[in-house]
């Protein structure tokens, strides 16, 4: 959220000096009552009201939530091009953040409530791409008829994974992974033995380059391998 704060900073202040309300924290609420579907001033000052607890986390706050004619004076004074540069600017720090590289946690949830009638037993699934340094939703796609797999396989051609860590279950992106070849610049981190296991049968191809006269070994007769050449060298 920090990136947010520094980018709103940028934008002048239109209003006279003896404001209640800080100018950021203003356009903070607005922008995030935005993404969570307001469609107006009345509903930006709702969503503020109704989630004051968790924008007390990174917002001060000291005179509450502004009004709904406070969000409506201030959107129409504020200058659209400094506001416009300001966006440009948090898309330059979100890009140069996710250029240092990071986890992506690729997973599927279905959606509460989101079904059809007479198809309870079927909800919508959605899959997602998350990067847990920025704690940001890259992506996200409907898993159609429930194939988890599918939608993240098409989500990762979305996003770029050079240099990142990418995590998923096995229902999700690693079952198919394990069918396909999996591109060198991709790590899988798992808490699943079976997982680990089923990863390590790979074709050597896809996990690590090959040499002449190099047997596959798991990582754990690599590591008791390891020890034995450790002990003898004593």
């Not at 409530?113 to 909800?123: F, H, I, L, V």
């Not at 049968?201 to 990582?219: D, N």
């Amino acid at each position: 959220m920090q990136l947010f704060l520094s980018a709103f900073e940028s934008v002048p202040d239109p209003r006279a000096e003896n404001t209640r309300h800080d100018l950021v924290e203003i356009l903070v609420i607005a922008f995030v009552a935005v993404l969570c579907g307001a469609t107006s001033c009345c509903e930006m000052a709702e969503f503020g009201r109704t989630k004051l607890r968790f924008l007390k986390r990174f917002l001060k706050l000291k005179h509450g939530i502004p009004s709904h004619d406070t969000f409506s004076t201030v959107l129409r004074m504020i200058d659209p091009k400094a506001l416009d540069a300001a966006f440009g600017s948090l898309t330059a720090s979100l890009l140069e953040a996710l250029a240092d590289g990071g986890v992506i946690a690729i997973d599927g949830k279905s959606l509460k409530g989101a079904y059809d009638k007479g198809e309870a037993y079927m909800p919508r699934m959605m899959v997602t791409a998350y990067a847990a340094d920025l704690r940001l939703t890259l992506a996200s796609l409907e898993a159609k008829g429930g194939s988890e797999v599918e939608a993240a396989l098409g989500l990762i051609g979305l996003i770029d994974l050079k240099g990142h860590i990418v995590t998923a279950d096995a229902r999700t992106a690693i079952a198919g992974w394990l069918q396909r070849s999996l591109p060198r610049a991709v790590t899988i981190a798992s808490r699943s033995r079976a997982i680990r296991r089923g990863f390590c049968r790979m074709p050597v191809r896809a996990c690590r380059k090959r040499t002449r006269g190099t047997q596959r070994r798991s990582p754990r007769r690599a590591g008791m391998a390891a020890r034995r050449r450790a002990s003898a060298s004593w």
